[in-house]
């Protein structure tokens, strides 16, 4: 388990697979969400900038991996996930939970699904929510192929440039990683404070 959770150990021992089938895994499946998926995409985008992998193929493959990830746990949500999380006599139920889950997906689905990318666990449960609340597919499409985009574009380029920047930057992975979402975090609750008050 440690092995798995250590992102240059499991690069180093899987490679491009290791990293794309945790991101793939992370972005939509809900058994995945401890996996480390932005300490991974940056210590992918540190060890592109010292060559041990290639920048761009860590890129695109990242992202590919993630636009898919997210559209399993979509899908998910939307067959299945209903049944799951608001299952009678379960932990979650409660009738008015779906409703209320529609109703979210209904006037901030689109923000969620994409802000969603930069905030651990969230990320993971973001597209099943999506689609246990029956958010529109065209939208979510939409916004989940912008979010696969920008999540691994902003933490793996951050890497790539500090670790030429800053070789020892590896050091001061974890520190950097709270850093950016925490600001991503209040970020994120300011945007939908100055909306609600439009």
Do not use: C
């Amino acid at each position: 388990m440690e092995n798995i959770l250590n992102p240059e150990i499991l690069i180093h021992t899987l490679g491009y697979a290791g990293i794309f089938g945790t991101v793939f895994l992370e972005s939509g499946f809900f058994f995945a969400f401890f996996l480390p998926g932005d300490t991974l995409l940056f210590s992918t985008g540190f060890l592109a900038s010292t060559g041990v992998l290639d920048y761009g193929l860590s890129l695109f493959g990242v992202m590919f991996a993630s636009f898919l990830g997210s559209l399993a746990g979509y899908f998910f949500g939307k067959k299945i996930g209903g049944k799951i999380f608001f299952k009678k006599n379960s932990l979650f139920f409660d009738p008015q939970n779906l409703e209320r889950t529609k109703k979210f997906f209904e006037k901030y689905g689109t923000f969620a699904v994409f802000f969603a990318r930069f905030v651990p666990v969230v990320r993971t449960f973001a597209p099943i929510l999506a689609g246990v609340g029956g958010m529109h597919y065209g939208k979510f499409l939409k916004y989940n192929f912008f979010g696969s985009i920008a999540w691994p574009l902003v933490v793996i380029s951050s890497g790539y440039f500090l670790g030429n920047q800053f070789p020892q930057i590896h050091q001061y992975v974890m520190p950097v990683v709270i850093g950016v979402f925490v600001f991503a975090f209040f970020a994120s609750i300011f945007s939908v404070f100055l909306k609600k008050k439009k």
